[in-house]
């Protein structure tokens, strides 16, 4: 069964008066369960948009939007959020961490939206940072951690909830290639543990990882195709 | 079980943000500050005018009446009633002789002279001529000694009971109980000395009053004076027969045809209290009012700074909502904020307010209510959480993709 099904997803965005901007035109596309995906496309095609649709950020202005086979198109801001709580792992480009907190609270708190018990919700916290091998990191806040632990940081958040995508939107933008490839190397691990990935780029080194790319442009699909040069890392070193 | 989860998550998060912001939460925090101490203080001292009263017309006894030349409270026209007859010391006897619905009855007649001991004196002190009766119609207490007995009473024997100020002031340090003091010139000896009563009515306690037997009054500081006459009803439920009861008679001893209007007045405690209740309903409201504005001013303040506290968390508030918080989720957090800084706030306030209250306590009869602090603290935190709606709403409503851009 596909985890995302959109069926001509239109999205216009109302510029104030009678100007529209038509951001995505009619966009159908399906993702399957542990599929690695990349949606690419230069800045102005829609990629933001798809994936502010994709992660129910936003609601599409028309179209079908099924997410594990429930219609999401039509939900109400608060049903949006607990898919987002539930099923959706964000890992943003600025990591968007809290910077008041340390990262296990940072980890915690989509457990908190969720309702976990406290001790449930600690326990599971600290297995998921040390997952990304930060168990030695889970009281440092944002400012005391690098760049990419802070990203390692935002990925276990992102998979504390045991999401069923993971949406990552240039996860890599503000590292250095070094440390940009560690964290490819997490989301390959990811995916061989059965997750389904979901990458925003507009790097096609980046996208090379993905086992499929989606370009976009102009608010529709150019191009949907696999991967076949795929880059591939010894996975042992990271799991 | 989610709901106490959110809200601890939200006191938490209130918490780190008052800390973070220490100099703007203080700054905040004090309008609450003043305006919890300003309505704590303001109903401190209304309950103490109120205690005062209650105190003060508690002295009159809410079962006796006072069959006297004039009314205590009128709208009428003085000239209506200026020209009354005095009443006479006779009509006392002749009440206790008929009245069905009483015990007691006593009439008191007044002066001011010069009482002294040795070299202590109280210039212009109230000197009242009564029966032994009055003990029961006035139901004071004595502190120490007896009040003047039937005997004594009858006999006009030269004796004396003393209120507690006069007491103090002419003896300091000795007991007075058996010392002869001097009345307008006059030796009596003191039997009594009654408790200290207080109130706002210094003149109707027994504080300035010398008591002294009727018949030796007269004698003493003359006789045809206008007389005041206590009649203690024995059942309180019968006030009004008692009342009824009483007119009847007077109207009888002063020869008043049918349809001539009365020419005495009998007056009771409830006149007070009933001309009293309306004016310390006004002193309150308008009180309260005026202290509630700084209160407001207040919950101005914190709806201000809860403002700029979710614009300034703009990006923070996309991505919790990214992770999942739900509108209420984020309508609490940002609500919690203010109701806890206005209940530290209020709280402060209160501990300020108190040993202010014992200042007020200077003056008036007064403590701050338990229920003004319960109250304060309620109204604190309605305050946070109605200044805090707004902004908290605002935040709740936020489109999460716009605010997880904002930079």
Redesign the interface.
């Known amino acids: 069964m596909n985890v995302i099904e959109l069926k001509n997803i239109v999205k216009t965005y109302d510029m104030g008066g009678a100007e529209e901007v038509l951001a995505l035109r009619s966009v159908s596309l399906n993702i399957g369960r542990n599929e690695y995906v990349a949606i690419m496309g230069p800045s102005g095609s829609g990629k933001s948009t798809l994936m ?1 649709i994709i ?1 129910c ?2 609601t599409p202005t028309s179209g079908l939007y099924l997410f594990n086979g429930v219609n999401v198109s039509e939900m109400d ?2 049903a949006l ?2 898919i ?3 099923e959706i792992g ?1 890992v ?1 480009q600025t990591f ?3 910077a ?2 340390d990262s296990l609270h940072n980890v915690e ?2 457990l ?4 976990v ?2 001790a449930e919700r600690k326990q599971r916290a600290r297995e998921t940072l040390e997952h990304v091998q930060l168990g030695d990191r889970a009281h440092h806040k944002p400012n005391e951690l690098s760049g990419g632990q802070r990203q390692r940081v935002a990925v276990a ?1 992102a998979l504390v ?1 045991r999401p069923s995508i993971i949406l990552a939107d240039e996860p890599t933008g503000n590292l250095d290639s070094k440390t940009g490839e560690e964290i490819m190397m997490l989301f390959e691990a990811l995916h061989r543990q059965g997750n389904t990935i979901i990458l925003v780029t507009h790097e096609a080194d980046i996208a090379e990882h993905a086992h499929r790319t989606i370009r976009l442009r102009d608010g529709h699909i150019e191009s949907d195709e696999p991967v076949v040069k795929r880059k591939s890392y010894d996975v042992a070193k990271v799991s | ?2 709901f106490l ?2 809200l601890k ?1 939200g006191l938490i998060i209130s918490f ?2 008052i800390r ?1 912001n220490k100099m703007r939460s203080v700054l905040t925090t004090l309008g609450i500050v003043i305006g919890i101490v300003s309505v704590t203080l303001m109903s401190t001292a209304i309950e103490g005018i109120n205690r005062a009263f209650d105190e003060s017309a508690a002295a009159f006894g809410t079962d006796v009446l006072y069959v006297q030349r004039f009314p205590w409270v009128s709208n009428e026209d003085w000239s209506s009633f200026r020209n009354r007859r005095q009443l006479e010391v006779k009509y006392a006897a002749r009440i206790e002789r008929q009245v069905t619905l009483s015990n007691a009855v006593a009439p008191v007649v007044g002066t001011r002279r010069r009482v002294t001991f040795g070299n202590n004196a109280t210039e212009d002190a109230f000197v009242s001529g009564t029966t032994q009766d009055y003990l029961l119609t006035s139901g004071s207490a004595l502190a120490d000694g007896r009040f003047f007995t039937a005997e004594e009473s009858a006999g006009g024997r030269p004796v004396c009971a003393i209120g507690a100020t006069i007491g103090e002031n002419l003896f300091p340090t000795e007991d007075p109980i058996g010392k002869t003091i001097r009345v307008g010139g006059f030796p009596y000896t003191v039997v009594g000395i009654f408790e200290k009563q207080g109130g706002l009515f210094g003149t109707f306690t027994t504080d300035t009053r010398v008591f002294v037997p009727l018949f030796s009054f007269q004698s003493h500081f003359g006789g045809r004076r206008d007389v005041s006459i206590q009649v203690r009803v024995a059942d309180l439920s019968q006030m009004e027969e008692a009342k009824i009861e009483l007119e009847g008679i007077m109207r009888q001893l002063r020869g008043l045809t049918p349809g001539k209007p009365n020419d005495f007045n009998i007056n009771q405690q409830e006149i007070l209290t009933e001309t009293f209740g309306p004016i310390s309903l006004t002193i309150a409201t308008i009180g309260l009012f005026i202290t509630g504005l700084s209160l407001f001013v207040g919950g101005i303040g914190i709806m201000n700074i809860m403002f700029v506290s979710v614009t300034e968390r703009t ?2 508030i ?12 984020i309508l609490m957090q940002f609500l919690s904020e203010a109701a806890a800084i206005c209940l530290i706030g209020g709280l402060i306030g209160l501990a300020i307010a108190f040993p202010l209250s014992l200042v007020v306590d200077q003056f008036l009869p007064t403590a701050m209510p338990l229920s003004v602090i319960f109250i304060s603290i309620a109204i604190s935190l309605l305050v946070g959480v109605i200044s805090g709606f707004l902004p908290a709403y605002r935040a709740a409503r936020m ?3 716009e605010a ?1 851009r904002y930079e």
């Open positions: 502010n992660g950020l936003d801001d608060n959020a607990r987002r709580n539930k964000f943003f968007n961490l809290l008041r907190s708190l989509p908190i939206y969720a309702g018990p406290s958040r909830t | 079980m989610n989860n959110e998550e780190r943000a973070s990006k923070e996309g991505i919790r909502k990214a992770i999942g918080a739900k509108r209420r989720t489109n999460p993709v997880l």
